[in-house]
T-cell receptor, first 114, second 111 residues
Framework: DAGVTQSPTHLIKTRGQHVTLRCSPI?????VSWYQQVLGQGPQFIFQ???????GRGNFPDRFSARQFPNYSSELNVNALLLGDSALYLC?????????????FGPGTRLTVT | GESVGLHLPTLSVQEGDNSIINCAYS??????FIWYKQESGKGPQFIID?????DKRQGQRVTVLLNKTVKHLSLQIAATQPGDSAVYFC??????????FGPGTRLSVLP
């Protein structure tokens, strides 16, 4: 079975631009979460979506937004990019069926803002 | 592959020895804890989890110990292998919600 997939793998943007990152969860998983991982640190929670509804939001500015589609795939959007947005953006999916909260992570999208 | 962390605490162990990675957590309300392994160029991989109503849980070659009194979590890896070399993160949170990750520890297995 395919794991969590993310696209693109790498991306280079200029300050002030906008970026859209994409995530496809494991088949059957209805919950998708986004994390930002700055080099040398652990992942930081940005958003969680379940059944197309936002269920959690981390401490990130409004420049960050996301959505989940009927097929449970998800997009993370970041507007007005800053140098500090350079990071590895991770998507994780889970069943979230109450029996387990194991999250499966994708390989991430490496965003570089210049 | 890309480097996960350049200035992380590093634990170096000989192949075949046991490894112990420690983590201090901060939120007294956390009742769910997970250890993740992250290899260079990859996303974090689930290793083992533990609920706050337990103080020990064992998996295949791994054991997690939880001490709620001092808010401490540890991961023990038995008979460490070269493939165990990676960055290890603990994560905490209320069960069913999203997690706060620790800063990570790099495990280096020496031949």
């Amino acid at each position: 079975d395919a794991g969590v997939t993310q696209s693109p793998t790498h991306l280079i943007k200029t300050r002030g631009q906008h970026v859209t990152l994409r995530c496809s969860p494991i088949s059957g998983h209805k919950s998708v979460s986004w994390y930002q991982q700055v080099l040398g640190q652990g992942p930081q929670f940005i958003f969680q979506y379940y059944e197309k509804e936002e269920r959690g939001r981390g401490n990130f500015p409004d420049r960050f937004s996301a959505r989940q589609f009927p097929n449970y795939s998800s997009e993370l959007n970041v507007n007005a990019l800053l140098l500090g947005d350079s990071a590895l953006y991770l998507c994780a999916s889970s069943l979230r069926d109450g029996s387990s909260y194991e999250q499966y992570f994708g390989p991430g999208t490496r965003l570089t803002v210049t | 592959g890309e480097s996960v962390g350049l200035h992380l605490p590093t634990l170096s162990v000989q192949e075949g020895d046991n490894s112990i990675i420690n983590c201090a957590y901060s939120n007294s309300a956390s009742d769910y804890f997970i250890w993740y392994k992250q290899e260079s160029g990859k996303g974090p991989q689930f290793i083992i989890d533990i609920r706050s109503n337990m103080d020990k849980r064992q998996g295949q070659r791994v054991t997690v110990l939880l001490n709620k009194t001092v808010k401490h979590l540890s991961l023990q890896i038995a008979a460490t292998q070269p493939g165990d070399s990676a960055v290890y993160f603990c994560a905490e949170g209320p069960y069913g919600q999203n997690f706060v990750f620790g800063p990570g520890t790099r495990l280096s297995v020496l031949p």
